[in-house]
């Protein structure tokens, strides 16, 4: 029905339309329990939805200024038809993304704010409650569609949830009837939480919550609750799995995007079940607290999270930026077993200080991600495996995310490094990525793409360990194989490649980064020292032994590679990665490293260095001779640190890695870190195949030989690291 009909009917026939509740076609669970009755005036369940109502709209209203609301307020109605509608918005619209027709409930969010906040031009006014009501009825009546179901059964029952509860506190309540209509048709567009998982089960929970409350529907309330809670347990579904990694939409890595969602309305209902029976169990509070602390903040750096964990909203303007001072802040408030540590987190948020951050390496076994953060910088690796998807695009978002998972390395010092970039990023030069040089970067389908690789994954001491992915990608017009590593040691990062191989046209290239411009850029070989200025770049240079941007060094220890550097302004568009963003033109200034491998490569390799948080006059005389490799081959990659003794190691098949006078030899494929102590030798070992039940490792020095066993038996925690000590003596 058209806006010009119904209005029509509104103003001269006065019609009262009945439009039936449809669900959309796929993927809606209906409502088929049978919901025990409530028992009338029940006195426990009308003082406990009586508190969650009024902390739902205190905790709205704390975050909002009344001066600033009254200012949108008026705006809004300055658009306003008095039969109930805003003229500039498209009420037919049924877009998937950005869908028109939300902004009639989100303007009258503010409408609604106006009336209830005291001190404010517009509370308790008459004029405007007539308005109100009359915006309620039209929505009642249009019932607009989407095309996407999330907006029927998530956004639009949410924001109308949130409205009828601080309706409750105005001065004038909406008729009965009309809420009663309303509450009733959220019930039937809105799904069943219990038929979903992850952040989609949590968001459907929230407005039953907002629902539940108002009907004082105790049956309904407890499921809200229990659901709106229910994804904090490991699973090996969608949620937070065993490795404290985040999947949505199948095994897909959403560390980033999702898991935030998720958080978001877990956040909001800690505040409004705080100091009842509702409130989250203990058990809920850790793994919370340990998924906040150790995954999700450490993917951040300066408010700004890595690209590469945050699925198809990299394609979305403001994508990058999160702020998690609200979440913690409300979590630090209610809860507390964990009050103190999340102060501790609080502050880390606001200012942004890490100096007091200690050293993590993670590595995430089952999301195929490997996470490193100290107090210079932080660095997250993603790749696929045939275990996990590749990241997504669908309803015209990420279009030209096709090589994201490939390896990717996002790294961050002050941690805007990448925002805004994506309009003018080239993306067959994704930072860490070896790839053709595309100029049409494949489309791929929409949704659930896995992974082809069985050797992929890391190992890690809880400080420092190795990421590995095997590259094979023969799909879609693309063909190009490579084993990659990265080495992380703490201050350097070594990232390794061999068997570089590809029978296409283009040239495959290594890139090292592709940021945002800012500064300045030098680079040169031992004595000699240069700088890039904007618009200059230097092709395929084989004597390039350092560059040095926004303070990371780039160290390039092999001569002969082919080495080049560009400072570039590029220009481009959010539609182009992005159907439903601005079709505006942007530009950047980009810097970009990389080096080329050329047509047709065959058993090519690479190595360099990363060191970041150094600063410019630091970097030429750099000084990487501790750090030795010991094997760059198509069977083993292999560093080691002579400064603490410690060896990296990726076996690609059962071989020999000689360190020092110590021959280790291992019976299958495998990631080590060896820590010679001279007759002790502690290790740790990871299958990132994860299709090994037992591995022996052999030890060898001055004639003397020592056997190790060690088992893989792990469950829902196959691909963890074991450690193990043994003696030669």
Same mark, same amino acid.
């Given at each position: ?21 449809? $669900? %959309? ?12 009755? &409530? ?133 004038? @309540? ?11 048709? *959220? ?16 968001? !459907?929970? @929230? ?20 659901? =709106? ?27 980033? /995007? ?7 309305? #877990? ?19 850790? !793994? ?43 979590? *630090? ?34 999301? +195929? ?27 015209? $978002? ?10 990717? *390395? %996002? ?36 949704? /659930? ?9 890391? &190992?890690?001491?809880?400080? #420092? ?38 029978? *296409? ?37 084989? +004597? ?7 303070? =990371? ?27 439903? $963003? ?20 065959? /058993? ?6 990363? &060191? ?33 003794? #410690? ?16 021959? =280790?030899?291992?019976? +299958? ?25 037992? @591995? ?34």
């Amino acid at each position: 029905m058209t806006r010009k009909i119904l209005l029509f009917i509104l103003t001269v026939l006065n019609f009262n339309i009945a439009v039936s509740c449809k $669900e %959309a076609e796929n993927n809606v669970p209906s409502n088929s329990e049978e919901e025990q009755p &409530v028992e009338d005036n029940d006195p426990e369940i009308v003082a406990v939805c009586k508190k969650i109502q009024e902390q739902i709209t205190a905790d709205n209203l704390s975050i909002y200024n009344v001066q600033d609301v009254d200012k949108l307020t008026e705006k809004y109605l300055s658009l306003f038809n008095k039969n109930g509608f805003f003229t500039d918005v498209n009420y037919d619209d049924q877009t998937e993304v950005n869908w028109d027709p939300i902004n009639h409930l989100k303007r009258l969010r503010y409408m609604v704010m106006s009336y209830i906040m005291e001190g404010g031009k517009y509370y308790q006014d008459g004029e405007l409650y007539n308005k109100i009501e009359s915006a309620f009825k039209y929505w009642e009546i249009v019932r607009p569609e989407s095309k996407n179901w999330w907006h029927d059964q998530i956004g639009e029952p949410q924001e109308l949830g949130l409205l009828l509860v601080m309706m409750r506190s105005g001065k004038n @309540l909406l008729p009965e009837e009309l809420e009663t209509k309303l509450l009733a048709y *959220m019930k039937c567009t809105g799904g069943d939480p219990r038929k979903w998982t992850g952040a989609n089960k949590s968001d !459907i929970a @929230l407005h039953w919550l907002y629902r539940s409350c108002l009907e004082e529907n105790k049956n309904d309330l407890e499921i809200s609750v229990s659901e =709106v809670f229910q994804p904090l347990v490991y699973t090996t579904g969608e949620g937070i799995q065993y490795d404290n990694s985040y999947f949505q939409h199948g095994s897909q890595l959403y560390i980033g /995007g999702y898991a935030p969602v998720l958080l978001e309305g #877990i956040g909001k209902v800690a505040v409004y079940t705080a100091g009842t029976d509702y409130y989250m169990t203990v058990e809920q509070r850790d !793994i919370l607290y340990k998924f906040i602390n150790e995954t999700l903040l450490r993917s951040i750096r300066g408010n700004y999270i890595f690209y590469n964990v945050i699925g198809r909203s990299v394609s979305r303007e403001n994508g990058l930026k999160v702020n998690l001072e609200k979440l913690v802040t409300r979590l *630090m408030n209610t809860d507390d077993v964990y009050k103190a540590k999340y102060g501790e987190l609080l502050e880390l948020i606001k200012t942004s200080d890490y100096s007091h951050v200690y050293e993590t390496h993670t590595n995430y076994y089952i999301g +195929d991600y490997s996470l490193y953060q100290c107090c210079s910088y932080s660095v997250g690796v993603r790749a696929y495996s045939n275990r996990t998807m590749k990241c997504e695009k669908g309803n015209g $978002e990420n279009l030209k995310g096709y090589f994201m998972t490939e390896g990717s *390395m %996002a790294l961050a010092v002050s941690g805007d490094e990448y925002y805004g970039i994506f309009p003018v990023w080239d993306w067959s030069m994704i930072p860490g990525t070896t790839l053709p040089r595309m100029a049409t970067v494949p489309a791929g389908a929409d949704w /659930g793409q896995k992974g082809t690789s069985d050797f992929v994954g890391g &190992v890690s001491n809880g400080k #420092i360990g190795a990421f590995v992915y095997k590259m094979n990608l023969k799909k879609d017009g693309v063909d190009v194989s490579a084993n990659k590593s990265w080495f992380f040691f703490g201050k350097e990062i070594y990232c390794l490649g061999s068997g570089i191989k590809s029978g *296409m046209a283009e040239n495959v290239l290594t890139t090292v980064n592709q940021c945002v411009f800012e500064g300045e850029v030098s680079y040169g070989g031992n004595t000699s020292s240069n700088t890039l200025s904007l618009g200059q770049e230097v092709k395929d240079k084989t +004597d390039i032994g350092w560059a040095w941007h926004r303070n =990371v060094c780039y160290i390039f220890p092999d001569n002969g590679q082919s080495i080049n550097l560009s400072v570039k302004e590029k220009s481009g568009s959010w539609k182009n990665i992005n159907s439903s $963003e601005s079709g505006d033109v942007v530009s950047k200034n980009v810097f970009t490293a990389w080096i080329n491998h050329g047509t047709k490569p065959v /058993g090519k390799t690479y190595g360099y260095v990363i &060191v970041p948080g150094i600063k410019q006059n630091e970097a030429q005389n750099y000084s990487i001779n501790h750090l030795k490799v010991l094997s760059n081959t198509d069977n083993v990659q292999a560093v080691s640190n002579e400064n603490t003794g #410690i060896t990296q190691v990726v076996f690609y098949t059962s071989g020999t890695v000689k360190i020092k006078d110590l021959d =280790v030899t291992v019976s +299958d494929r495998c990631a080590l870190i060896v820590k010679d102590n001279g007759k002790s030798i502690e290790v740790d070992v990871a299958t990132p195949s994860q299709d090994i039940s037992e @591995l022996t490792i052999d030890f060898s020095r001055d004639g003397k030989n020592v056997s190790h066993k060690e088992a893989f038996n792990d469950g829902n925690y196959t691909g963890i690291t074991h450690n193990f000590t043994v003696n030669i003596d």
